[in-house]
T-cell receptor, first 112, second 111 residues
Framework: QKEVEQNSGPLSVPEGAIASLNCTYSDRGSQSFFWYRQYSGKSPELIMSIYSNGDKEDGRFTAQLNKASQYVSLLIRDSQPSDSATYLCAVNMGEYGNKLVFGAGTILRVKS | ETGVTQTPRHLVMGMTNKKSLKCEQHLGHNAMYWYKQSAKKPLELMFVYNFKEQTENNSVPSRFSPECPNSSHLFLHLHTLQPEDSALYLC??????????FGPGTRLTVT
């Protein structure tokens, strides 16, 4: 069965620190990877996508992908209390390129 | 309206009722999806439609019946549901091979 694994947390970091969220996946053929943020009671919000090995930066967020190790991570710099949410890793495992498999999510708490 | 909209936002139904969830996307996408999110469980893909054609049914019970009349609209028809079907039902859309954007969801309670 194709799977995406995340540490459920909670991950607690002080305000201003770097939060590091990790994800591993089972399908070696996956080509696209996504990070979503979900606040309690709300729907998932896309924050980053990454398709190639290496780093991709967008503001305070950096996604990192290592296909050989089947590993994708999200770094949040200068963490703010408003970043407190559940972060979902999603990996595209469909032959038509649109079947996302989600991890269970990591709860992030940023303490002021 | 912008993005992906869903109605109703909340629904309470008995096990013998029939109801429908509606999703509409205003993004010009060609693919639409239904997901189920239960407490303490990962998001589960239910159905995928590409250009109005169903391309994925993730072993969903027949009491859930999807309908996609065009690339902008998606319905989920519900009948004789069970209490364990209570969950947040999310609709999403995407361009081909692209990023998926979610609607706000319908919180369903089956009594």
């Amino acid at each position: 069965q194709k799977e995406v694994e995340q540490n459920s947390g909670p991950l607690s970091v002080p305000e201003g620190a770097i939060a590091s969220l990790n994800c591993t996946y089972s399908d070696r053929g996956s080509q696209s990877f996504f990070w979503y943020r979900q606040y309690s009671g709300k729907s998932p919000e896309l924050i980053m996508s990454i398709y190639s090995n290496g780093d991709k930066e967008d503001g305070r967020f950096t996604a990192q992908l290592n296909k050989a190790s089947q590993y994708v991570s999200l770094l949040i710099r200068d963490s703010q209390p408003s970043d407190s949410a559940t972060y979902l890793c999603a990996v595209n495992m469909g032959e038509y390129g649109n079947k996302l498999v989600f991890g269970a999510g990591t709860i992030l708490r940023v303490k002021s | 309206e912008t993005g992906v909209t869903q109605t109703p936002r909340h629904l309470v139904m008995g096990m013998t009722n029939k109801k429908s969830l509606k999703c509409e996307q205003h993004l010009g996408h060609n693919a639409m999806y239904w997901y189920k999110q239960s407490a303490k469980k990962p998001l589960e893909l239910m159905f995928v439609y590409n250009f109005k054609e169903q391309t994925e049914n993730n072993s969903v019970p027949s009491r859930f019946s999807p309908e996609c009349p065009n690339s902008s609209h998606l319905f989920l028809h519900l009948h004789t549901l069970q209490p364990e079907d209570s969950a947040l039902y999310l609709c999403a859309s995407s361009p081909p091979f692209g990023e998926q954007y979610f609607g706000p969801g319908t919180r369903l309670t089956v009594t």
